[in-house]
């Protein structure tokens, strides 16, 4: 599995962006998706997931102002941010994990094999 991520910029505080990961292969709907975010001088950290039976999973950081959703039709998941904030600023990269048959922790980096490169997200005060 291929993914491309898109949709990052730069936006003032308060404001929205919609991030796209398009997926390749024929599979898509039998993946769990997630994305993750790394700022400057700290660790990878965990976003959003979405499960292949639509499940979702969200950061206690970014609920209720982050919605993540998916397009089997067109290979693609989306992240929606809302309400966006200074600290939200990070490299943003979304992730791929074949989950047919068996649980899986979509808050963990190490659960998935597929990695986008990433897209950066800088929300000015």
């Known amino acids: 599995v291929q993914l491309q991520a898109s949709g990052g910029g730069l936006v003032q505080a308060g404001g929205s962006l919609r991030l796209s990961c398009a997926a390749s292969?024929?599979?898509?709907?039998?993946?769990?998706m997630g994305w993750f975010r790394q700022a400057p001088g700290k660790e990878r950290e965990f976003v959003a997931a979405i499960g292949r039976r639509l499940s979702t999973f969200y950061a206690d950081s970014v609920k209720g102002r982050f919605t993540i959703s998916r397009d089997n039709a067109k290979n693609t998941v989306y992240l929606q941010m809302n309400s966006l904030k200074p600290e939200d600023t990070a490299v943003y990269s979304c992730a791929a994990e074949e989950t047919t048959g068996r649980v899986y922790a979509p808050e963990l980096i190490n659960e998935y094999h597929y990695w986008g490169q990433g897209t950066q997200v800088t929300v000015s005060s």
């Open positions: 292969g024929r599979t898509f709907s039998s993946y769990a």
